[in-house]
């Protein structure tokens, strides 16, 4: 019986990503992931997400499934 991957998040909101499923997504040192909440799960993918409006790589906010970077969130006060 598989114990799973199950993992505890430590006093700084740190988990660690077990060894098979780095392996398993080609996951090395120092590569970037994102992190996202998604129907109440926590997604957790290689690479980035992008601003929903201008493409932006730096991600402040998720409104829903979207994410606003924010210079877009910004603009929409100024609105
Ligand atoms: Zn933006």
Known sequence: MSKGNLS???????????KSIRKALNIEHNDEISMYV?????????????CSLCGSKEIKHQIGTKFI??????????L
């Open 8 to 18: 505890k998040i430590d006093n700084l909101g740190r988990i660690v990503i077990p």
């Open 38 to 50: 998604e129907n109440e799960s926590l997604i957790i993918k290689k690479g980035h997400r992008v």
């Open 69 to 78: 970077c924010n210079i877009c969130v910004q603009n929409i006060k100024d």
